[in-house]
């Protein structure tokens, strides 16, 4: 296994942490889902391509912001 070097990964995250984040509001999540969509227009549906697990993150940090916030159909009725 290799080992973790934090130095390297704080260095990397400053770079990408204004485009990767935890969305709590509406525009945070708005943003994502742009970002996402912007995403899936580059990748498609290439599972090699150098982006698709930062689309994969981008979709689970939407999901999760969604099943935290967006009422769910069977809520509302």
Do not use: C
């Not at 990397?12 to 912007?38: C, G, K, Q």
């Amino acid at each position: 296994m290799q080992s973790f070097n934090l130095h390297k990964a704080i260095v990397a995250w400053s770079s990408i942490a204004e485009n990767v984040f935890v969305p709590h509001t509406e525009e945070e999540y708005e943003r994502l889902v742009e970002m996402l969509d912007y995403l899936i227009d580059q990748v498609g549906e290439d599972e090699s391509h150098p982006l698709a697990s930062l689309m994969e993150v981008i979709g689970v940090l939407i999901e999760k912001y969604e099943d935290e916030y967006v009422p769910h159909l069977e809520d509302i009725a």
